[in-house]
């Protein structure tokens, strides 16, 4: 599975932003999509994912702000930001998990929050 990321870009601070990542084949099948992020001089870490079920989880810096959201039709999961702060700065990964099928990393979309 190839995951191309899209969407980054210049964004003053409360602004939004919605990245999406789409799969070159089904999502269906994973049990987890990943969006990371990695800051200059920071280790990666993860920021929202969303299981099989559609559950949900967040980063604490990032939670109420961020939605994660999934259309197996289209084989992409986004990433909704509102109120964007300097912090959230940082270049933006997916990754789809699954034991059976293995991780996949898409090539990461920068984002930069600044007036």
């Known amino acids: 599975v190839q995951l191309q990321a899209s969407g980054g870009g210049l964004v003053q601070p409360g602004g939004s932003l919605t990245l999406s990542c789409a799969a070159s084949?089904?999502?269906?099948?994973?049990?987890?999509l990943d969006w990371y992020r990695q800051a200059p001089g920071k280790q990666r870490e993860l920021v929202a994912r969303?299981?099989?079920?559609?559950?949900?989880y967040y980063a604490g810096s990032v939670k109420d702000r961020f939605t994660i959201s999934r259309d197996n039709a289209k084989n992409t999961v986004y990433l909704q930001m509102s109120n964007l702060k300097p912090d959230d700065t940082a270049v933006y990964y997916c990754?789809?998990?699954?034991?059976?099928?293995?991780?996949?990393w898409g090539q990461g979309t920068q984002v930069t929050v600044s007036s």
């Open positions: 969303i299981d099989s079920a559609d559950n949900t």
């Open positions: 084949g089904s999502i269906a099948g994973f049990n987890a």
């Open positions: 990754k789809v998990e699954s034991e059976v099928l293995g991780n996949y």
